[in-house]
């Protein structure tokens, strides 16, 4: 629905209004037309793409909805759920993660303030003070935050875009705390950069450069979804991959790569030959038919809000036996079609293994599968494969660090 994403008219300023059909978006209040072609959308004469849309209407859209009210805002029906069970999977190799699964906690309606927000709901009022806030995001169709010394919480709203309160939390933060700049939002909400991390995994302790191998589960698996993916994608627009044989044949390496679609880590590992165990947010582990499909590809879960030593572990052990690991350093899919900025956690993990890093480039996935649809559009999709590097001890901080490794990803590159 593209109203997950576009959720305010800028013709009237109405909110959760705008639909698609017939590649026009039509606002349902105002009855505002933008004609919307190859992520292209036509406002007051000009052409934007969609990332441009976007922006524009984030910028527009007031964080306090009517100057009457003693409140901010407050939200339609919603249902408040908490991370507050848990239960430990086992990956490949026996490897073990303790996961966190939301459960419903009430039903109700999210109200902000000046300096904090509450959930009214039928069971009591949950109040959150904006100084307590650690981390603002969105997991799939759910706003997802954090709060100091608690399990995160997701709200689920029945009529309104997650997307758009994310962006609003966002400015009631950054207006909370004023006096300093806000630089990440997720995993964590920092103002400052971290230094450079220490080696973890030299390049001499790595025990094993054989070839893998494959067994029986990643076998079926591959038959069952790689590959009807793979001739799917192919008969709904093509797929080419450039430089496949950048891909080393065996020995660890970390693959890094931007995060357009869905379907990513299973058209990765389909078209590259390799089993690669990539780092995979941790809630999606919760749904018990998909704990299989996530063992056999070797996924690695990732806790948003943790500096999590289990995940390091994992990641280390994984590359000290040989076994390749991929990462896509924006930590969640792209809304708008934009490459997100890289997480410096993800960057310092980066710089502290000793390995070949292979920096793979998607162009297309997101035409194909953009985030806030569920219908599967026709297009072609580019994979290409860049020549591996090595880190060199050379970079003064964490800054210059995420700069290096976001420059492989920019249009213009070429190696």
Same mark, same amino acid.
């Not at 995060?259 to 389909?270: A, C, W």
């Given at each position: ?25 039509? !606002? ?24 441009? *849309? ?9 964080? =306090? ?21 848990? /239960?430990?999977?086992?990956? #490949? ?13 009430? +039903? ?32 799939? =169709? ?9 399990? *995160?919480?997701?709200?689920? #709203? ?9 962006? &609003?939390?966002? =400015? ?9 700049? %806000? ?30 191998? *494959? ?7 591959? #038959? ?21 044989? /950048? ?20 058209? &990765? ?16 582990? !919760? ?7 996530? $063992? ?64 793979? $480039? ?14 599967? +559009?026709?297009? =072609? %999709?580019?994979?290409?494969? &860049? ?17 290096? %490794?976001?420059? #492989? ?7």
């Amino acid at each position: 629905m593209i109203r997950k994403l576009l959720y305010f008219c800028p013709a009237c300023s109405s909110e959760d209004s705008l639909q698609l059909q017939d590649s026009v978006i039509t !606002c349902a209040i105002c009855t505002s037309q933008f004609p919307f072609e190859k992520n292209k959308i036509t406002y007051e004469g000009t052409q934007l793409s969609l990332s441009e *849309f976007y922006a524009l209407m984030r910028s527009r859209i007031p964080l =306090k909805k009517n100057s009457g009210d003693e409140y901010l805002r407050i939200s339609g029906r919603a249902v408040l759920r908490q991370g507050e069970k848990s /239960f430990v999977f086992r990956g #490949f190799r026996n490897s073990r993660s303790v996961i966190e699964c939301p459960v419903v906690a009430d +039903h109700g309606h999210l109200i902000m303030f000046d300096d904090h927000c509450e959930f009214r709901g039928e069971r009591k009022t949950w109040k959150f003070k904006a100084d307590r806030f650690m981390a603002v995001t969105t997991n799939s =169709k759910y706003f997802e935050f954090k709060i100091r010394n608690q399990p *995160f919480y997701q709200i689920y #709203f029945e009529t309104e875009s997650p997307l758009k309160y994310e962006d &609003l939390f966002r =400015k009631w933060i950054s207006g909370c705390y004023s006096d300093r700049q %806000i630089i990440e939002y997720q995993p964590s909400i920092r103002n400052t950069v971290p230094p450079l991390p220490k080696l973890l995994l030299r390049h001499n302790r790595i025990k094993n450069r054989k070839r893998e191998r *494959f067994g029986f589960l990643e076998l079926l698996l591959y #038959f069952v979804i790689g590959l009807p993916v793979w001739w799917f994608l192919k008969l709904n627009g093509g797929v080419e991959i450039i430089n496949r044989h /950048f891909i080393p044949g065996s020995g660890p390496f970390l693959l890094i790569g931007n995060h357009e679609g869905y379907l990513d880590p299973i058209l &990765l590992s389909v078209v590259l030959k390799r089993r690669i165990a990539f780092l995979t947010k941790s809630t999606a582990f !919760c749904d018990p038919m998909l704990q299989p499909v996530f $063992r056999a590809y070797r996924s690695i879960p990732n806790r948003r809000y943790y500096p999590d030593a289990q995940v390091i572990r994992h990641v280390l052990r994984f590359l000290s036996e040989g076994q390749p690991v991929g990462i896509f350093p924006e930590g969640e899919r792209t809304w708008d079609g934009k490459r997100l900025p890289f997480k410096l956690n993800s960057v310092r993990l980066i710089g502290s293994v000793q390995v070949p890093l292979v920096f793979v $480039r998607i162009c297309g996935a997101y035409d194909v599968l953009p985030r806030w649809s569920k219908k599967v +559009h026709r297009g =072609k %999709i580019l994979i290409e494969v &860049l020549p591996p590097v090595c880190l060199l001890d050379n970079f003064k901080s964490t800054s210059e660090l995420k700069e290096y %490794i976001e420059s #492989f990803f920019e249009d213009n590159h070429a190696i």
